[in-house]
């Protein structure tokens, strides 16, 4: 499969013109998913999910930095075109824009220290300091939470500067995407964390289409349904 995707890569690679398919990315999202250096796009699931389609599609691919709090301007002036790893729910008017099916799932859980004890609901996070991604839209109950303060909610810079204050135990947990806690306690095995059990939230991933997409969306559509049935996105994801 791996020898399958870097075949389709070379061969659809010769259909890509002067136009260009901007994706959005933000850094924070971190591996598996974006890997940046300089604030540049060099690899990781969206930048191989977006090379593959643009090309598929005839299109030179663009990677254009965008922190969530500035996904709607961005859509709607064109600065990107497309924004995947998204989530209706997180957008505040979800109508604006047209969709892709779903192409993958995630879910948010916890990163804890091996000295604090299991979380089991969101009663057990009352009172404690929970480590989030700044302009990050979490689960309603979660939400509510962090507005009454009976979750302290802590924006972190980074996920180096969350893993560091989490295992000096400055806070109490972290919340993120299981595939990114996954890939960062990969390199940090020895590390005095481990992800908690309960899922906070399941939801599916989507592409979001800006309304100066330059392809039609219905085209965009069919070449991510095409890398989803043929199991391209899933090999994307775990090879990664």
Known sequence: MHKLLTILLISWSSWAGAAELRWGFSSADGMPYVEVHEQQLRGGFIYKLGQLTSQKLGYDAQFVETPNKRID??????????ICNNNPQWMNDPTRYQWSPPLYSEEDVLL???QHAPINSLQDLYGKTLGTQLGYVYSSALMDAFTSKKIIRKNLRDQTAGLNLLQKQRLDAIIDMHRTLSFQLSKYADAPL???TWVIDRYDMHCTYSPKLPVSAKR???ALLQLRDQGLIKQLLNDT
């Open 73 to 82: 301007e961005s859509m709607q002036s064109g600065r990107i075109h497309v």
């Open 112 to 114: 804890l220290h091996r």
């Open 194 to 196: 481990r992800i908690n």
């Open 220 to 222: 965009l559509n069919d």
